[in-house]
């Protein structure tokens, strides 16, 4: 086999445009100086586009799981409620997160690979005037899940003053984001996904609504201090260290998202979920969520007649080709393709055409090339639409 | 369309593998010092295994028109007659590199897209029995004809002293080269090639026949004076500067090539021409070689009932992915792919499956997904001989 390629096809981290892999192998500049102010200035006003938000876009320099500690810490006190809606495994990071800092944490459990259901939440605020905030997952990245996060904002505005704070991490950057439209509180996302960057950094942003609760809020922190972020971005810089070098390449993946632009990268993402699905479906193989639930950025597929795992190491011994498993009781019944940031439509056919291969070497009888005509039907009545 | 991503799908230049790009960005070190001697002797036994040779393989600084003319100008004395067989574009390079140098040159012409015959050139020889060199390639980049080089060398040596030369940039590397056994008295390749590295660099082997004949040449020389660089070598030095990054490349593409196993590398080639030519056959599309002259490295296709032009147009515009057209009175009829080096069957797939979208596009009625079927059958097979 052709050593030293590797096809990443994991919903994150994700390929690095090589573009940006040459940003970020720029000398070292002192993070106190002009030119990284300058770079701060540059990328504000695109991530805030990304977010759908006027609101200031904070830089952590951290993991997304940061991301996710600064939004409970910041907008949660000590003894104040709190519910989690829990999808799947990154939902239940974020209560993990709740518990662990003294906040009364409900939990809303929704069966993995169907989304949370917008009613069921507001039903629950109403017999729990008490909760001051409610966090939930955009993207589930365990199932494939894309949850309806303007619906859900909708519904909770109807009872509840609470606020809503979203994960985004596996889906901001490929999916469309309107913070401020939809009205979201506080909306998190990190690098390794479809920002196309390494992992090590986290974006942050919090509604003015949320904004008030995090001035007043007593709980202590420092690092994670979301004020103390928000006074220096706004001075085009940044209250600790940064990771220089991330800045480097966000700066370019920014600039490619606006190269491409942002509904063309929104639209290509559909596209691609698009073509994957088609593709299973056209085989008989089972994708674990609906149409309807599904995410642009991860599939899940649940096959019923081969073996997950062994395919998996097949795709990796053949192709040098890397599909996730599953997570917790999902770790060997399911698997994961990743399509989110640097991947195209060639690049799932690719996926695809090898998956093809990589079932028949599981043990299952296919048509050779269906899956992939199915995908390239798609490809093609995309572009007449 | 996802911007940066750029899909090298052409005979050269090939895409560079990561740890290969790395590799050369190392930092620059003096050439007269010890590491690059250390590296010119770890790089000296894999480039003659390459070759399949025990000579030294000489390092130029320069692209494989440099190695031709290195040829040339060091085995063949002024007046002296030659000739030139001439399948195609780059067999008229090694005609006028002669002419320029005093050479009686005599050609045989070939029909482009057919092997020559070791036949015709014995009987030539018999003819002009004055013929001191007779100048080869291996494969013809423009047709995608790998020529019978074994045999040719076994013809001509039943009737003559001729020196054999042999052009194989766009193949060694990437096609099985017994230098010494079949008796091939010069071969010189370059860099960007099946060598999986920018232009910059040829290397060139001479028999010990061809040796004497060199030292023998009164003909002025200096840069491509073989007898320079061989004294160097041998010393793990060169004569000149050399293009210390290339070498710095070339040591991780050799390193590369012996993790894989040069008859892997060499069944990698040959499964990826099998897919690509059954992937044409099924589509009903015409190729330009038989089976039997196909070379393992380059396809070209003869499309019958769509422009070859607006094909590649597509495939540039939709995914990104360069298709080499073709050369003089070819440019506009035939399309090529290139399939060497840092390529893959997983490649093949992509490649295959984006270019039935381009055919369609182009106006050509296929069923979608035949050509990938085939290819993926002919993967299959391959695991099973």
């Known amino acids: ?17 090589p573009s940006v892999n040459r940003a970020m ?14 770079m701060i200035s540059d990328i504000r006003p695109k991530l805030k586009r990304v977010f759908g938000t006027e609101q200031e876009v904070m830089i952590l320099t951290g993991s997304g799981t940061s991301g996710l500690e600064t939004a409970a810490v910041n907008t949660v006190a000590p003894g104040e409620e709190a519910v989690v809606i829990v999808t799947g495994s990154f939902g239940e990071r974020f209560a993990k997160i709740c518990e662990a800092y003294d906040i009364k944490t409900h939990i809303i459990e929704v069966t993995w690979g169907e989304a949370l259901k917008p009613l069921a939440v507001k039903e629950f605020l109403q017999e729990h005037p008490e909760v001051k905030a409610v966090f939930s997952t955009y993207c589930e990245t365990s199932t494939g899940v894309l949850n309806p996060i303007p619906e859900l904002a909708a519904a909770i ?4 003053d609470a606020l809503l704070i979203v994960d985004g991490v596996s889906c901001i950057g490929g999916v469309e984001t309107k913070m401020d439209e939809w009205g979201l509180d506080v909306v998190v996302t990190g690098s390794q996904k479809a920002f196309m960057l390494p992992a090590g950094l986290a974006f942050i942003a919090a509604s003015e609504r949320a904004w008030k609760k995090i001035e007043d809020n007593p709980r202590p922190r420092f690092y994670l201090d979301l004020k103390k972020h928000r006074d220096n971005i706004v001075k085009d810089t940044t209250p600790f260290t940064p990771a220089i ?27 691609m979920m698009e073509m994957t699905r088609s593709a299973f479906n056209a085989l008989g193989i089972s994708l674990l969520t609906s149409d309807e639930d599904a995410s642009p950025t991860v599939t899940a597929v649940e096959p019923a007649d081969f073996d997950s795992p062994v395919f998996r190491k097949i795709m990796k011994r053949e192709f040098g080709m890397d599909i996730a498993g599953g997570q917790q009781h999902m770790a060997k019944t399911i698997f994961r393709i990743g399509h989110m940031g640097y991947c195209s439509p060639a690049d799932m056919l690719q996926a695809i055409a090898a998956m093809e291969i990589g079932i028949v070497k599981a043990g299952k009888e296919i048509e050779l090339g269906k899956g992939v005509r199915a995908a390239q039907e798609i490809y093609l009545n995309e572009g007449k639409r």
Chains 1, 2 share one sequence.
């Open 1 to 17: 086999m052709l050593t030293d390629q590797q096809i990443l096809r994991i919903p994150g981290p994700t390929p690095i445009p």
């Open 25 to 38: 192998s720029q000398p070292m500049i002192g993070h106190r100086g002009q030119s990284t102010s300058d």
């Open 245 to 271: 070098s991330l800045l480097f390449g966000l700066q370019q993946v920014l600039q490619l998202m606006e190269e491409e632009g942002l509904e063309e990268v929104y639209a290509r993402h559909r596209l």
């Open 157 to 160: 505005k109807e009872v509840s």
